[in-house]
């Protein structure tokens, strides 16, 4: 068990909310990582390694959160889950709105080294949004049509979240991890699952488990896209945004990024900004950018990092 959760149990011992940030979980992890990780040789470089996290964030009275101790790049990251929310593969159709998240991960030479040269450039393949709202459906590329194909988990979701005799189920679970399919995606999926709760008859959480937590690049966007997603499903489904609580498996940093995060876990972290959902579409696959609204996202100075593809 990593030595951050001992130190997050005591802040929470404590009589009032206002002595402690929730960002501090995320600096504990890094320091516990830094300090008392593991020396290993990864797929794509040598990383420091622990094992098993848990992180509470709460997103009660709009609160969302987007890390402070670093700008957080969070419309990239919003433009993202909306992009999974249709199911959509086209890094393409990513790029066109100034998304560059997926591009060396969908190069001719990485999808070949993959051992998918069937793909066009520029292919994500059949993982994330496609078993989203497609699972199991025979992968016919970026352009092809779904309409009733596979098994609409995310729209499952939502039917029970809308009928309020169901929305208490247990079963609200939505996998990326389809064995089957593992090998039609450019990368296998690192957040595999995640399962939403409905608490007091309004109260909307989800907890996510991550396998694989690039925990200086990727886990800021990870609990600002899911905690957006949270949103969301609260504003389109008449709930009340409750809770997000990420798991992550194993949770490393890049050898190349250790001193740029012994340099964020220095700063204080600031309050967290809230969110904003201006409209409420009847399809979910409508939301815009433009419907989201952030206020008050305060942030200490960039951290430049190189995303290891």
Known sequence: MLKFAIEINKYKDRDTKNDYHEEYQYLNLLKDIIGHGSHEQGRNGPVLTAIGSAMHFSLEDGKIPILTTKKTAWKTCLKELLWFIKGDTSNKRLKDVGVHIWDANTTREFLDSRGLQQYEEDT????????????????????????????????????????????????????????????GGCLPPCHVLFQFNVVDGNKLSCCLFQRSKD?????????????????LLAKHCDLIPHEFIHYGGNCHIYSEHIDAMKEQITRTPLPFPTLEIVNKRDNINDYVVEDFKVHDYQHLAPIKLRMVA
Not at 153 to 162: F, G, M, P
Not at 215 to 231: E, I, M
């Open 124 to 183: 994500v393949g059949s993982l994330y949004g496609f078993q989203w709202r497609h699972w199991n459906a025979p992968y016919e590329g970026c352009d092809a049509d779904y309409t009733n194909k596979g098994i609409d988990q995310l729209q499952n979701v939502i039917n029970i979240l809308k009928d309020p005799v169901q929305r208490s189920s247990r079963r609200m679970v939505v996998s990326a991890w389809n064995a089957e399919q593992l090998d």
């Open 215 to 231: 925990s200086a690049c990727g886990a800021p966007f990870n609990y600002a896209s899911y905690s957006f997603l949270v949103h």
